[in-house]
């Protein structure tokens, strides 16, 4: 790709996706004399600059429509918005879910990450590539984790097309407000804005066979319905639960019904506190950030509301790809009221007046639910120019993201949303201080700011008498693989690894559990005494991180496992750091060579190993090259798998 526009054209069906995200173009544009190649050159020049960031949303409607960006259409995209044609083919190569090379309307995407791995992913695979020639019109992708470890092995079917309404999708939507291109034509008000998250047609295929994951390819429109969010809650309907109650209890597209089963009465405390208020009881609760990096979120919000720079931002990082965790989706799925009460009341606290959620791709019936929960919410006054009559403005505006697990990252996430690739930045400055566009951004993951809520409903001091002192609170485990019962199960913090495994019905055999998922580190089945808090783990040389738990009996084979987990993370690596673009690529082919070999013969490679992996651990820019040894190096160390 050139850094100069090319005379490729765009079709009208390419032409049309973008207009509808961008609105039309003005009629002089579009008659303009085209030959000079000047980047500068645009019709609005600064104001079409500083739309941006509607780069990943402008992708997205064009593959969605396709199936694929041809170079007519991203040239169409980088002439709407200004941007380097070189740059905007940097962003769209970055993400797995496009393609700019031609492919089918319909990917069947099949998950090959350790969950599915374990059930059986790769005899799927196989026989569905069988099944699926290129009469088909469809091409099987194996996928990184798909967020369905509960029901593994799983499968995502993707087909082009014009764009479906999302399952309630409200007509009362109204415009969102605010922030960078919230000026574009057709977006900003109206239709235009409703058709940058509107579906095209999905279905999701799990637990997959052969037969129902190609009949769900070749026939996405009558693959049976998903099943409903509390199927993945072995605990829905017990009154002690915390963050989970409303599960399976409530109806998810209903308002009415939320608000009668406790909805906003945490916001109308908020109201009640003031901003210093909500972060005072936020803090006195001991609350600490749910995605693995534990750092107390009271703390955070303070540093984001004192700074003196505006506007501020909050931004939900709902892009959880780590493999075997699936948290968030069951939240979003289950209860996506409680989401866009607990965004309002962090930006509230926070000073911010403008929300961007950020969900990962992958998240079809997430995507509708929460649409619908936004577009209802601000139909009611409960978000926009005067929230609950209380004289404060605030919005949420949904973006997809495409396929990129360091996008997870908050730094990483915050130049997905400004329409670059999403690799992470250099700290400092740290994002209190200049976060999305350069600004002042609160960013939390869903179960953090869902834990929010309970805070300000049965107070700091209640909520702290919950788990233990270094990690008070309620926590949410994902629970998979060698287990009679898998899904999402909540605990307070201090309970065992061997009590939640019994929970969910562990199987005979158990060989190792993976506790924090590919990013964390293997155990033994002799410490399951191990207590699930964040000092309970880490004094036993492991991690909780964001609270996967993958269960493996001696039917799985460990060394497929650590081969898989390398894979993962060379293909995730964002390739900006030197020690993590060769180091993932160094880990993987030395696993490749002991995948059969023990002991003397091994030894060799694990030292490499060890070197790499340490490089990785100290050079790397972001936690993705920090912890991609973590996995392996535990596997040798507390399980012997090469001895």
């Known amino acids: 790709m050139d850094l100069r526009f090319g005379d490729s054209k765009p079709t009208d069906e390419e032409r049309e996706a973008v207009d509808a995200l961008l609105g039309a173009p003005e009629s002089s544009w579009e008659g303009a004399d085209r030959s000079d190649a000047d980047l500068r050159w645009a019709r609005g020049g600064r104001a079409a600059r500083d739309r941006r960031d509607l780069l990943l949303p402008a992708l997205h409607a064009v593959n969605d429509r396709v199936g694929w960006i041809s170079e007519g259409a991203l040239d169409y995209v980088c002439r709407r918005l200004t941007v380097p044609p070189a740059e905007a083919y940097g962003v769209a190569t970055f993400y797995a879910m496009f393609s700019v090379r031609p492919r089918p309307a319909t990917v069947l995407h099949v998950c090959t990450d350790l969950a599915c791995t374990a059930a059986g992913a790769s005899e799927l695979c196989a026989a ?9 019109g469809v091409k099987a992708d194996r996928s990184p984790c798909l967020g369905l470890c509960e029901r593994a092995p799983a499968a995502l079917v993707v087909r082009a097309g014009r764009p479906a309404r999302p399952a309630f ?8 407000s605010g922030g960078p291109g919230a000026a574009a034509p057709g977006v900003g008000k109206g239709k235009g804005r409703r058709g940058r998250n509107t579906l095209h047609a999905t279905a999701v295929c799990a637990p997959a066979t052969p037969g129902t994951a190609t009949h769900a390819a070749t026939a996405p429109e009558t693959a049976p319905a ?5 199927a993945a809650v072995p605990q829905a309907g017990d009154p002690a639960l915390t963050l989970l109650h409303r599960i399976g209890t409530t109806d998810p597209a209903s308002l009415d019904d939320y608000r009668a089963h406790g909805g906003y009465t945490a916001l109308r405390r908020a109201f009640a506190l003031g901003p210093a208020g909500v972060i005072r009881e936020v803090t006195d609760a001991g609350l600490v950030g749910r995605g693995g990096a534990a750092f107390p979120t009271g703390r955070k919000w303070q540093a984001t509301a004192a700074q003196p720079d505006h506007p501020h931002y909050l931004v939900c990082n709902a892009d959880e790809s780590e493999p075997g965790t699936f948290k968030d989706r069951v939240l979003m799925e289950g209860d996506p009221y409680a989401l866009v009460e607990a965004m309002t009341v962090a930006a509230y606290a926070t000073g911010a007046h403008k929300g961007y959620l950020y969900l990962r791709g992958e998240y079809p019936r997430a995507l509708a639910r929460l649409t619908h929960a936004i577009a209802q919410a601000r139909a009611r006054g409960l978000l926009g120019d005067d929230v609950m009559g209380q004289g404060y403005a605030f919005d949420i505006e949904i973006r997809r993201g495409a396929g990129a697990y360091i ?4 730094t990483a996430l915050f130049n997905s949303i400004e329409g670059h690739r999403g690799e992470p930045r250099s700290k400092p400055p740290f994002p209190v201080e200049k976060g999305l566009f350069g600004k002042p951004t609160a960013a939390n993951n869903v179960e953090t700011l869902v834990n929010v809520l309970p805070i300000l409903t049965m107070g700091a001091e209640a909520y702290a008498a919950i788990g233990t002192p270094g990690s008070p609170g309620p926590k949410l485990f994902c629970v998979s693989g060698s287990v009679t019962r898998p899904g999402v199960y909540e605990l307070p913090f201090g309970a065992t690894l061997g009590e939640l495994l019994t929970l969910a019905g562990v199987r005979d055999g158990l060989r190792a559990v993976l506790l924090g998922g590919a990013a964390g580190g293997f155990v033994r089945p002799d410490e399951l005494d191990i207590p699930l808090t964040f000092e309970g783990t880490r004094e ?16 799985v084979p460990l060394p497929r496992l650590l081969l898989r987990i390398a894979e993962f993370f060379r293909d995730e690596s964002c390739g900006q750091c030197v020690p993590c673009r060769v180091g993932t690529v160094r880990q993987e082919e030395a696993l490749h060579r002991i995948a059969e070999r023990t002991g003397a013969a091994a030894a060799g490679d694990i030292a490499l190993l060890r070197e790499v992996g340490r490089a990785m651990r100290d050079a790397s820019i972001c936690g993705l090259g920090q912890t991609a040894w973590n996995a392996v190096e535990s596997a040798i160390d507390r399980l012997g798998a090469y001895e």
């Open 407 to 410: 996008c997870g990252e908050e």
């Open 128 to 136: 569905v590539e069988a099944r699926l020639g290129p009469e088909s």
């Open 169 to 176: 999708e409200d007509e009362a939507g109204k415009a969102e």
């Open 540 to 555: 036993a040389g492991t991690t909780l991180g964001s609270g996967v738990v993958m269960a493996f009996d001696d039917t």
């Open 226 to 230: 998903e099943p409903a969010p509390n």
